[in-house]
């Protein structure tokens, strides 16, 4: 599941401009598809949430696990001065590493979102008073915009397993663009979802109550009100599956019949029964892989722990030689 900013508002500036734009793209393709950072209104915000507490749905809790067994000794071993949090995070996973970071330490947390950090900063000033907190509005797919002179070592930390929401020459593009601005010092901190049987992968989005079905069914209501589409959302199905070749999980929204949905600013467009929009993939792992594009950008693995259940790992990049940024 994605799992960037819940709570957070679209962004402000630009906003249908840039929707519209994403709207064309994704809908101009064979295969039909909207960015999933569209699911997360506040309506959607709240349904991640549940999401995040259903029985079905394990990345989130083991995630946390991972973090509160293993967060104090890695920060403490590297001696971390600063944490710069990709993509606003949970806030319990976040506050976990915050402890471990211990006072006087800078904690800078990037988001699209400036109305999000502005709130999220505020928050995190008053539960800690030694901290120094440095928000930066940033896009996460392009190069980084850091505050200068970060303490050191600093440590980047990219959660939830977001990295899987990206097509693999995007995930790689990210991770080099993060080492370019890394230092010898610094580490790289992830989570990923790891791969599993079948019957698990699907159950987690596929929830027994309709949650994830309601969630991305939502994206519907967000273009209907920020774009004046027509969509009628309970005209389409909820699918999601693992799609064994690619190794993800695809999440679609499927038409039950044949209907056509006004594009205010742009044009009609047709969605035949059984037709498609693809809103989210979500890769999952395994040690090979994540030592494969680690080494495509750059950094290698220096420390790999997963659950018990071997379901989710949290791993450790250090740099090891330089690449070139990407666009």
């Avoid at 309506?43 to 949430?49: V, Y």
């Avoid at 915009?145 to 790689?172: C, H, K, M, Q």
């Avoid at 969605?271 to 989210?280: K, L, P, Q, W």
């Amino acid at each position: 599941m994605h799992n960037v900013a819940p709570g957070a508002a679209l962004p402000r500036e630009g906003e249908q401009a840039q929707l519209l734009h994403d709207v064309i793209e994704g809908f101009s393709r064979p295969q039909k598809e909207l960015p999933p950072k569209y699911f997360y209104d506040q309506r959607g915000s709240e349904l991640f949430e549940a999401i995040t507490r259903l029985d079905e749905y394990y990345p989130t809790r083991t995630e946390s696990a991972l973090l509160e067994s293993f967060a104090a000794p890695w920060m403490q071993n590297f001696g971390a001065r600063a944490l710069i949090e990709l993509g606003a995070g949970n806030a319990e996973k976040t506050r976990v590493l915050l402890d471990a970071l211990g006072d006087g330490a800078m904690y800078i947390p990037v988001d699209i979102s400036e109305q999000f950090l502005k709130e999220a900063a505020r928050e995190i000033e008053d539960e800690y008073p030694e901290l120094e907190v440095q928000p930066a509005v940033s896009d996460i797919t392009k190069a980084l915009r850091l505050p200068p002179d970060l303490p050191s070592p600093a440590v980047y930390a990219f959660l939830g397993s977001t990295i899987g929401n990206f097509e693999p020459a995007d995930a790689v593009r990210l991770l080099r663009n993060v080492r370019c601005i890394m230092r010898d010092e610094d580490r790289f901190l992830i989570g990923v979802d790891l791969k599993k049987d079948i019957a698990t992968l699907e159950a987690a989005y596929n929830d027994a109550r309709g949650v994830t079905a309601e969630f991305n069914r939502n994206v519907l209501h967000v273009l209907n009100r920020e774009l004046g589409t027509d969509f009628d959302a309970a005209a389409f199905d909820h699918r999601a599956f693992y799609n064994e070749a690619a190794g993800r999980i695809e999440m679609h929204l499927v038409a039950r019949t044949r209907q056509a949905v006004h594009v205010p600013g742009w044009m009609d467009v047709t969605f035949e029964a059984g037709e498609s929009i693809r809103t989210e993939i979500s890769a999952k792992y395994d040690e090979a892989t994540m030592r494969d594009l680690f080494h495509d950008a750059g950094m290698m693995v220096e420390e790999w722990q997963a659950d018990e259940r071997q379901w989710y790992a949290m791993v450790v990049g250090r740099a090891v030689f330089r690449v070139k940024p990407e666009p």
